[in-house]
């Protein structure tokens, strides 16, 4: 895997394998299943992007859990607060259910400051949030992070569930955009 890859109008270089990816989400599945046995936990994925960690993350994870996805949908509210996101396709009662969001990647933190305060209100018994990348350099909101995939620097990745303006979610690999 050395090829340089292009979507639209942008070259990406290979950044992190699939068997890379296959080692760590194994690892964080049995993390989770060692903390969550017998509590039938609720994954929560978060669309998009999430989709393909979440279905590996929970095949990983071998104990008694719900699994169920929500998109977050904002838009630009008619007060000065700006921006807001509303959960849609929440299918599941979260009440007294231990939560493990499932996110693809924590960017500046501003999706979920946003979205947790929401999933709290359904008086949840814990929310945990995993996700399979991070780029700490680039958080202007805090985020507490339990179950971490790889730290990686502040560029723009695509593949494993995550695109380029809708391309790239195919990949098997991470590719991180290649400087210019
Ligand atoms: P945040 O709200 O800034 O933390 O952004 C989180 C969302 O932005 C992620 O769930 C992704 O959908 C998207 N995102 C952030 N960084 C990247 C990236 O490098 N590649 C693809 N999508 C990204
Ligand atoms: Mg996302």
Known sequence: MSELIQLHDL???PF???ADIKKRVEEMGRAIANKYQG???IFLGVLNG???FAADLIRSCPINCDISFIKLSSYRGTRSTGEVATLIGLDIELKDRPVIIVEDIIDSGKTLDTF???LEKLNPASIELATLLT???AREYPVTIHYTGFEIPNK???GYGLDYNGL???LRDIYQLKDV
């Open 39 to 41: 509590r039938n936990p």
């Open 11 to 13: 070259f990406f270089q």
């Open 116 to 118: 947790l305060p929401e």
């Open 50 to 52: 999430a989709f393909i």
């Open 168 to 170: 790239g979610r195919n």
């Open 16 to 18: 992190i394998n699939k």
């Open 156 to 158: 723009f990745v695509v």
């Open 135 to 137: 780029k700490p350099e």
